[in-house]
């Protein structure tokens, strides 16, 4: 289901009754109203002037039925101001989005809500995801939410490994970025609270973003089945890890849980007009609201 679609015609619809509704159906209601307002107190004139309540009351309501907005009137125009602010803000400032999997642990929880700055990495017409105003670019350590390659009507979260022009390599469970080898501390024993699997856990520092990852000593340093074929050139693999170039205009994306993550190892970059935006915060988790707050 496209969301944004359906908002973007959610907000045409009840915007043209809106227009509809103060140019042509309020002004009629209105007329009608003065009209039988009128012919009320021609009727009623001698029980206004002596300024009998019950009669100036029966008028006021009568007015006031008349003047009242129907029920499908109420449920499109009386609902474009709150539509319309909601797409605005969905398209162009913030959306939210909820954590399916965890591919992403121990940074992000499955049922983590979190909210994704869409202005970050440009200003993109909403529903076409065409970018008009360049404002930046996805860094080495951001999180990001993309439209996952293999189909696009499908919303991926990933940490950005590889920038344009970056070599990435992942041999031995180690990354390294152009020759430099990636810092990591403290790895210590670590249970995944979903599958209760006791993992390696520790703390990597990439683009000068420090966040914890957890590895599977299970599982051995090569992939866990075949590239897409979508990856091509870009990649070259071995039986303890991989090296990629990532192209111009294109991102490599990995999730913290290295060994439990189908990511840019399997079905190659992430291009830049797929990008949806960062993500900046977790601002609910119904099952533990500790976890609310900003994420690295």
């Given at each position: 289901?496209?969301?944004?679609?359906i908002?973007f015609?959610?907000?045409?619809?009840?915007g043209?009754?809106?227009?509809?509704?103060?140019?042509k159906?309020l002004?009629?209601?209105?007329?009608?109203?003065d009209?039988?307002?009128?012919?009320?107190?021609?009727?009623n004139?001698?029980?206004i002037?002596?300024?009998?309540?019950?009669?100036?009351?029966?008028?006021?309501?009568?007015?006031?039925?008349?003047?009242?907005e129907p029920?499908w009137?109420?449920?499109?125009?009386?609902?474009?101001?709150?539509?319309?602010?909601?797409?605005?803000?969905?398209?162009?400032?913030?959306?939210?989005?909820?954590?399916?999997?965890?591919?992403?642990l121990?940074?992000?929880?499955?049922?983590?809500?979190?909210?994704?700055?869409?202005y970050?990495?440009?200003?993109?017409?909403p529903v076409?995801?065409t970018?008009?105003?360049?404002?930046?670019a996805?860094?080495?350590?951001?999180?990001?939410?993309?439209?996952?390659?293999m189909?696009?009507s499908?919303?991926?979260?990933?940490?950005?490994?590889?920038?344009?022009g970056?070599?990435?390599?992942?041999i031995?469970?180690k990354?390294?970025?152009?020759?430099e080898?990636?810092?990591?501390?403290?790895?210590?024993?670590?249970?995944?609270?979903?599958?209760?699997?006791?993992?390696?856990?520790?703390?990597?520092?990439l683009g000068?973003?420090?966040?914890?990852i957890?590895?599977?000593?299970?599982?051995?340093?090569?992939?866990?089945g075949?590239?897409?074929?979508?990856?091509?050139?870009?990649?070259?693999?071995?039986?303890?890890?991989?090296v990629?170039?990532?192209?111009e205009?294109?991102?490599?994306?990995?999730?913290d849980?290295?060994?439990?993550?189908?990511?840019?190892?399997?079905?190659?970059f992430?291009?830049?007009?797929?990008?949806?935006?960062?993500?900046v915060?977790?601002?609910?988790?119904?099952?533990?609201?500790?976890?609310?707050?900003?994420?690295?």
């Amino acid at each position: 289901m496209n969301f944004a679609l359906i908002l973007f015609l959610l907000t045409v619809f009840t915007g043209i009754m809106y227009v509809f509704e103060k140019v042509k159906f309020l002004p009629e209601r209105r007329r009608r109203a003065d009209a039988l307002a009128r012919n009320f107190e021609s009727a009623n004139r001698e029980a206004i002037d002596r300024g009998e309540k019950q009669v100036i009351d029966a008028r006021n309501a009568l007015y006031a039925e008349t003047m009242r907005e129907p029920w499908w009137l109420d449920y499109t125009a009386g609902l474009f101001p709150v539509i319309a602010i909601v797409f605005l803000l969905r398209s162009f400032l913030f959306e939210p989005f909820r954590i399916p999997s965890g591919s992403m642990l121990p940074t992000l929880y499955i049922g983590d809500f979190i909210l994704v700055n869409k202005y970050d990495y440009g200003i993109r017409l909403p529903v076409i995801n065409t970018k008009v105003i360049e404002v930046g670019a996805p860094k080495r350590g951001d999180i990001v939410v993309f439209r996952y390659p293999m189909d696009e009507s499908m919303d991926y979260i990933k940490r950005v490994v590889g920038v344009p022009g970056d070599t990435v390599a992942y041999i031995d469970k180690k990354l390294t970025i152009n020759g430099e080898p990636v810092s990591y501390e403290g790895a210590a024993d670590w249970v995944d609270p979903f599958t209760m699997v006791t993992l390696t856990r520790s703390t990597e520092t990439l683009g000068g973003v420090r966040h914890d990852i957890a590895v599977d000593p299970r599982v051995g340093p090569g992939l866990r089945g075949r590239p897409y074929d979508r990856v091509g050139d870009g990649c070259r693999y071995s039986e303890n890890g991989f090296v990629c170039r990532v192209p111009e205009g294109q991102y490599f994306v990995m999730g913290d849980n290295r060994d439990n993550s189908e990511d840019s190892r399997y079905w190659g970059f992430v291009e830049d007009r797929q990008l949806v935006g960062k993500a900046v915060a977790i601002w609910a988790n119904f099952s533990d609201m500790s976890r609310v707050g900003g994420v690295d």
